[in-house]
Every structure is written in C-alpha cells, then in structure tokens.
C-alpha cells in the first residue's frame, strides 16, 4: 500500500512540532457520538492566538485490535485475521 503524500506532509508536520516541543493532547468530543476523544494536535501561533490543528485521536482500548497491518507479500493488502 503505498502511502498517499497528504499522510507524508501531515506525518511530517506532526514530527516537527514534536521535535520542536509543539505538540498537544487535547480532550475534545467526537463531532458524531459526542463521545470524549484524545486528540494530537501540533500548536502554532496566529495572530498572536494559539492554534491547535488535530492529526489524530489516541485509540481507545486495544490499538492493535483497531487495524490490520500490510501484507509484506501482497503491496496493496493487509494480514486479515481470521474472524472469531
């Protein structure tokens, strides 16, 4: 699977408010559930205000139960385990 340049440039950004010490975890509600979310942002400064700009939320409970890694043998696959 090959990933897509807007993940590269945002994965980037994300990498350099890190090593620049500007990075945030946010409690926020998710837009559709209302449900609390933990979010990584990268801070910045506009006009003299902070501004917060999300990536991603922190998975809840079990990430490795979120997502199916790629297939080394297949490059637009993933290892799909077996449902139970």
Not at 18 to 46: H, I, K, Q
Request: charged content about 20%.
């Amino acid at each position: 699977m090959a990933i897509p340049d807007y993940a590269r440039t945002n994965f980037n950004t994300l990498l350099r408010a890190a090593s620049d010490g500007n990075l945030a975890l946010m409690e926020c509600l998710d837009a559709a559930t209302r449900e609390p979310r933990y979010v990584l942002c990268a801070v910045g400064r506009s006009d003299g205000e902070f501004v917060f700009t999300p990536f991603g939320h922190l998975s809840d409970g079990n990430p490795y139960d979120a997502y199916l890694p790629p297939d080394p043998d297949d490059p637009i696959g993933a290892i799909a385990s077996p449902m139970t």
